[in-house]
C-alpha cells in the first residue's frame, strides 16, 4: 500500500483510486460538514475522490485537522493529490511544546513560525516557560520592578560562554495577546509557566522580601538550581502571587495554567523563622510537605477562578498533591508520576532522556524520541487514559539564536507530535524518517530549518563524541560541587 507523505500519519488510509491535480478538484462540488456524528471534537473524516474533496468533523478543530492534512498532501505531492479516505482522530487530547523564553527570549515572528509548524503537525498546546532566575519576561503592571528589574541580568554565563553584555526584555501584555489569537486561530492552547517557589531569583532581585532571608541580590547570570526561593511562611508572598496570577489569568484564557513546583531547594526554608512557624503551625513534619501545601494554594487559587493547575512532577514528593492538579513528569526516578496517575491524577509526558531537544542528537538520537511510549511502564492499564498527553521542551540557556533551536527542535517536536497523535500501531519509525524528509521542505516555507538527516541518528563514537563536548562546554566547577 502506498504511504501518505503526512505528519502525523493519520491512523485509518484507504487509498481509492488514481492520483488527481488539485487544478481538477470541483470546489463547488466540495463540502466541509461539522457533524454530531463524530464524537471527537478533534476527529474528522477526510475523502478525496471523484473530483472533489468531502471533510465530515466532530466541531472545527477537526475541520481544521483535516485541512492541516489536505494541505501537507497537496505540497508533498506537488499539487498533486491521492485517492483516499483518511477517517482520523488523535491518540492523546494534549499534543505541546515547550519554548523557554527566559534564559533567551524568542522574536514574536519566530514564536509564530513553531507556532505554525505546530499547528501543521496538529499539536494543541504551546507551554511558554517566561520567568526564571535569569529573566523575568512577562508585563505585569502591579508589580513594576519586575520589568524594571528583573527582566534584566548584568551578564550570562551559560556554561564556558560567557558575555559581559546586559542581556534584557519581556514581552508587553499586547504582544502577549498577540500570541495568544495567534495560538487560538490554529486551535493551540497557550498555556503560561510562572515557576515559583523555586526559580525565582528574577523576582527576589526585584522584591527582596520575597525571599526567607530578604537580601538583595542581582538577577542570575548562570544555570543552575539555587537556594533562594519563595518564602512560603509570609503571607505577603501570596499576596505577590495571587497579583501576578491574577494579570496572567487577564491575558492567558487557557484552561491549565503552569506553576511550576520543581527544583526548589529546602535550605533556605529549613532556616526560616517564618517558613518553620508556618509548618508548626500547619501540623507538617517536613519541608517538601510545605512545598506540598504551597502547591495547593496556588491550585486552589487557579481553581476558584476557573482554571487548572500543572505544576512539574518534583512538586509529588510531599505525598499531598491535589488530584485536580496535572502533574509534568520530566524526571522522576521513583515512579511517582506512574503512583499519581494510578490513583486519578492526569500527567503529561515529557520525560528528559527522550523528549528534552536543548541536548544533542548524541544523547537524544531522533529514534530515540519517536519510539518511547509516554504511557509509562508503571501505570495499570485501567489509568492509561490518566496520560493526558506528550510535550517536547526546548531550554534556551544554551540556545541563543532561532537557527540552533529549529535545528535542535526539528525533527524531534515532528517525531512528538507523531506520538501524540498517531496510535502505537501504526507508528513506524523508518516510514517517519522518509516522511521527514518530504515535510522538511514544508517546514523551510515556514521559516524552520529542521537538522540534516545525517545528523539525526548518529553512530555510537559520534553519540560519545557529541555526549562529552556538550558536557565539557557546559558543566562548570560551581556546578559540579553546588550553588552555596
Known amino acids: 500500500m502506498k504511504h501518505l507523505n503526512v505528519i502525523p500519519y493519520p491512523n485509518s488510509v484507504k487509498i481509492t483510486g488514481q492520483e488527481i491535480p488539485a487544478g481538477n478538484i470541483d470546489i463547488s462540488a466540495s463540502s466541509l460538514t461539522i457533524t454530531e456524528e463524530i464524537a471527537n471534537p478533534e476527529a474528522y473524516e477526510l475523502k478525496i475522490a471523484d473530483g472533489s474533496v468531502t ?53 514574536l515572528d519566530d514564536v509564530k513560525k513553531l507556532i505554525d509548524a505546530a499547528a501543521l503537525m496538529k499539536m494543541n498546546v504551546m507551554h511558554w516557560h517566561l520567568t526564571d532566575d535569569q529573566g523575568w519576561r512577562v508585563e505585569i503592571e502591579s508589580r513594576p520592578e519586575l520589568m524594571k528589574t528583573g527582566s534584566s541580568r548584568p551578564a550570562s554565563n551559560f556554561g564556558k560562554v560567557h558575555s559581559d553584555r546586559e542581556y534584557g526584555g519581556y514581552y508587553t501584555k499586547n504582544e502577549l495577546r498577540e500570541i495568544v489569537d495567534y495560538c487560538g486561530k490554529r486551535h493551540i492552547e497557550l498555556i503560561p509557566e510562572i515557576d515559583m517557589p523555586g526559580h525565582m531569583i528574577a523576582a527576589i532581585a526585584s522584591y527582596p522580601e520575597l525571599s526567607c532571608r530578604g537580601e538583595r541580590m542581582e538577577v542570575e547570570t548562570r544555570q543552575g538550581i539555587f537556594p533562594d526561593i519563595l518564602c512560603a511562611g509570609k503571607e505577603s508572598t501570596f499576596d505577590f502571587v495571587f497579583d501576578v496570577l491574577d494579570e496572567i489569568l487577564a491575558v492567558f484564557p487557557s484552561e491549565y495554567i503552569h506553576i511550576g513546583g520543581d527544583e526548589a531547594p529546602k535550605k533556605r526554608w529549613q532556616e526560616c523563622p517564618h517558613c518553620q512557624k508556618k509548618a508548626a503551625e500547619l501540623g507538617l513534619s517536613n519541608m517538601e510537605e510545605l512545598q506540598g501545601w504551597f502547591v495547593n494554594r496556588i491550585g ?145 516555507e515556514i521559516g524552520i530549518t529542521p537538522a540534516m ?7 555510537p563514537f559520534e553519540r560519545l563524541r557529541q555526549t562529552i563536548k556538550f558536557f565539557s562546554g557546559t558543566l562548570t566547577k560551581d556546578m559540579i560541587k553546588g550553588y552555596k
Open 55 to 107: 471533510i465530515k468533523a466532530g466541531d472545527a478543530k477537526g475541520a481544521f485537522y483535516a485541512k492541516q492534512t489536505l494541505k501537507q498532501l497537496a505540497a508533498a505531492g506537488n499539487g498533486v493529490l491521492p485517492s483516499a479516505v483518511i477517517k482520523d482522530e488523535p491518540a492523546f487530547p494534549y499534543r505541546g511544546f515547550m519554548l523557554d523564553s527566559a534564559r533567551h527570549m524568542t522574536a
Open 300 to 444: 486552589r487559587f487557579l481553581a476558584d477562578n476557573g482554571r487548572t493547575a500543572i505544576a512539574w512532577n518534583e512538586s509529588l514528593k510531599s505525598g499531598a498533591l491535589d488530584r485536580n492538579t496535572a502533574v509534568q513528569m520530566w524526571m522522576d526516578k521513583k515512579g511517582l508520576s506512574e503512583n499519581f496517575a494510578n490513583s486519578g491524577g492526569k500527567i503529561i509526558v515529557s520525560p528528559f532522556y527522550h523528549y528534552y531537544t536543548d541536548y544533542p542528537y548524541g544523547m537524544t538520537p531522533l529514534n530515540k524520541t519517536y519510539r518511547f511510549d509516554p504511557v509509562l511502564k508503571g501505570i495499570n492499564p485501567e489509568s492509561a487514559g490518566n496520560v493526558l498527553g506528550v510535550e517536547a521542551p526546548i531550554w534556551t540557556e544554551h540556545i541563543r539564536d532561532f537557527g540552533r533551536m529549529c535545528y535542535m527542535a526539528y525533527p524531534r517536536f515532528a517525531a512528538v507530535a507523531e506520538t501524540g497523535w498517531t496510535r502505537a500501531e501504526h507508528k513506524d519509525a523508518e516510514n517517519f524518517a522518509r516522511r521527514m524528509k518530504v515535510f522538511a521542505q514544508q517546514l523551510e
Open 453 to 459: 538527516p545525517q545528523a539525526w541518528n548518529p553512530g
